[in-house]
């Protein structure tokens, strides 16, 4: 399955607006979510949320990368769906 776990994680945390929420949803550790979070802001060069005892809130810069983690998504969603069901017989 093609996939790029740091735009998953990202997109996670948007849905659930937590740490703790997304790495429940996902499966692993608050610190393991937190670790991809920060190296994919880091990449970026940019803080993707402000973070508060309240949660989680997309700053400017994370508004305008949700747009293109929701199209690399997608793209991934797409090719799944053409070649491994097709190719994994």
């Known amino acids: 399955m093609l996939e790029d ?9 948007v849905d659930t607006g937590s ?11 608050g610190p393991a979510v937190g670790a991809q979070l ?3 802001e880091q990449h ?3 803080e ?3 973070r508060s005892n309240t949660g989680l809130e997309l700053t400017p810069s994370g508004d305008v990368f949700l747009g293109y983690a929701r199209r690399i998504q997608d793209a991934y969603d797409l090719a799944n769906r053409a070649f491994c069901n097709v190719f994994a017989k």
């Open 5 to 13: 776990y740091k735009i998953k994680v990202f997109l996670t945390l």
């Open 19 to 29: 740490l703790t929420a997304a790495a429940r949803r996902l499966g692993v550790t």
């Open 38 to 40: 920060s190296a994919l």
């Open 44 to 46: 970026l060069g940019v």
């Open 48 to 50: 993707l949320f402000h």
